[in-house]
């Protein structure tokens, strides 16, 4: 069992955390992010401290303690320096291009690819081949890179696709040349 839940959730002047009821609010330079406790976590401040308890030391209770302690600790880093994940695009033609609120991907197929950026997301690309995602949610951020990571999956024979950075790819040997 987790035994994250028992350590307070520390923050500083810059975010601002407010408690009504079971909804947790964490404001900051960048954003602000709700999120609702299950009925069997209680949330209160202590100066410059957010402390979780929970009613019982039922299995259920013990792993909802740590996953909301790691949920707001992620939600006051996010509100206020942001998470970050960077893909980059191999291929020949593998390029991005951002258009308002739109990112155009061309990965080698007959039509470009457009996907519509979230709310609360940014996407920058940077020579033409890398793709920054930065946002407040740490969740979101990880599921639009991987939305993005998925139009073309890195393929282990010839390594095109979009990876992530620092991702390795398992490479395949292909066929012989001869007997």
């Known amino acids: 069992m987790s035994r994250i839940g028992k350590y307070p959730v520390t ?5 601002n955390v407010t408690i009504a009821g079971q909804m947790v609010t964490v404001k900051g330079a960048k954003a602000s992010l709700n999120y609702e406790l299950d009925s069997r976590i209680t949330a ?3 100066g410059k401290n957010l402390v979780l308890t929970r ?3 039922s299995k259920e209770s013990k792993s909802l303690h740590g996953l909301y302690k790691v949920l707001l600790s992620n939600a006051v880093k996010g509100v206020s320096a942001g998470f970050t994940k960077s893909l980059e695009m191999h291929g020949v033609g ?3 291009n951002v258009q308002g609120k739109k990112l155009e991907l061309a990965l080698g197929f007959s039509h ?3 996907f519509e950026i979230p709310e609360g997301i940014e996407i920058k690309v ?7 995602v930065t946002g407040a949610d740490k969740a979101q951020v990880g599921q639009v890179s991987a939305k993005i990571r998925s139009f073309r999956p890195p393929e282990p024979y010839l390594g095109k696709g979009v990876r992530y950075v620092g991702e390795h790819i ?5 066929k012989s040349a001869g007997k």
């Open 11 to 15: 923050f500083d002047e810059k975010s």
């Open 44 to 46: 209160k401040l202590d």
């Open 55 to 57: 009613k019982d030391d």
């Open 94 to 96: 593998y390029r991005g």
């Open 112 to 114: 470009p690819i457009h």
């Open 126 to 132: 940077e020579k033409q081949t890398t793709v920054i």
């Open 170 to 174: 398992r490479r395949k040997a292909g």
